[in-house]
């Protein structure tokens, strides 16, 4: 990846959408057993990384609104390398953030990912896939999707992940501009908890696309209710993670930004591909040759 004469590089950060989710049950130690299927997409945030040698991990610029530097979990990623390998001095982190927070794209665990994936190239610490995924968990149950780069069918709390070829698609992205509160979901009296285990093959014959805090958002939150009114009228509209973001796929990217045009110009949505493989695998992959 090209070093300005600064010293920072530029890497992608993809957002991710889940085609479906669902608790098959919830274990002693409170955690919720999951399935669920990771799209991986063409877009999302960039991430800018300068590494140091003082041993300071600094966030510069700008986040997301309301997030303190400490809790950033990009700079949570850095700080996290750094316990875990002497070789790590530090880095400077900048973030173009295009994904929308609270939305179910999974911004702050992709962000996290391509700073433990990038600074681990950077730096020389050759720490691996495995080892990275690992401590990614550790920041939240949707990183190591993004250490790891493929689209993944998932389960356990989201870290077993098996790999899958999905068919080329488009997706029109809306998000409503609502902060869904995760932990509430989860509490929710009402949200099913015991759905029977599915298959691949169930997915992919198209039995199982549902998302499981659906009902539970569109309920609770007039604006999603909206999008999905209006997304309906130009395809099937489904919710993403337990966020407010909601797309509907789409064969091509023609279908894809007609649908785009019928929408209220006040949204924000996005025409977007799917992803064979991680933008940032490619991007890794290249500053190697």
């Not at 919720?32 to 877009?43: A, K, M, P, T």
């Not at 040698?53 to 750094?82: C, F, I, P, Q, Y």
């Not at 939305?103 to 681990?120: I, K, P, Q, W, Y």
């Not at 110009?265 to 890794?284: D, H, I, M």
């Amino acid at each position: 990846m090209p070093v300005d004469a600064d010293g920072w590089s530029a890497w992608p950060a993809p957002a991710k959408l889940n085609l479906f989710l669902e608790i098959t049950g919830r274990r002693p130690d409170g955690y919720h057993e999951l399935q669920s299927v990771f799209r991986i997409l063409e877009w999302g945030d960039t991430v800018h990384l300068r590494p140091r040698r003082d041993g300071v991990v600094r966030r510069v610029g700008a986040s997301v609104e309301g997030v303190a530097e400490a809790d950033d979990l990009a700079v949570r990623a850095a700080k996290l390398l750094a316990s875990s390998s002497n070789a790590f001095k530090g880095a400077d982190i900048r973030i173009e953030k295009r994904i929308p927070a609270g939305g179910g794209f999974g911004g702050g665990s992709s962000d996290a990912a391509t700073v433990l994936c990038a600074l681990d190239r950077l730096c020389g610490l050759s720490l691996g896939v495995q080892a990275l995924a690992r401590l990614g968990l550790a920041l939240g149950a949707d990183v190591p999707v993004f250490v790891h780069g493929d689209n993944a069918w998932a389960e356990g709390v989201g870290e077993r992940l098996q790999p899958m070829v999905l068919p080329p698609a488009w997706y029109l992205l809306v998000s409503p501009g609502v902060h869904v509160p995760t932990a509430e979901l989860f509490r929710a009296p009402d949200l099913t908890r015991d759905a029977a285990p599915a298959k691949i093959s169930d997915f992919l014959s198209g039995q199982r696309l549902g998302n499981c805090f659906e009902p539970l958002v569109r309920r609770r939150e007039p604006a999603v209710e909206a999008v999905f009114q209006a997304l309906s009228e130009v395809g099937a509209p489904r919710l993403t993670g337990t966020g407010s973001g909601c797309f509907v796929e789409f064969a091509d990217r023609a279908s894809a930004q007609a649908a785009l045009e019928r929408l209220p110009a006040q949204w924000q949505a996005w025409v977007v591909a799917g992803a064979e493989v991680s933008p940032l695998r490619a991007a890794l992959a290249q500053a190697t040759t």
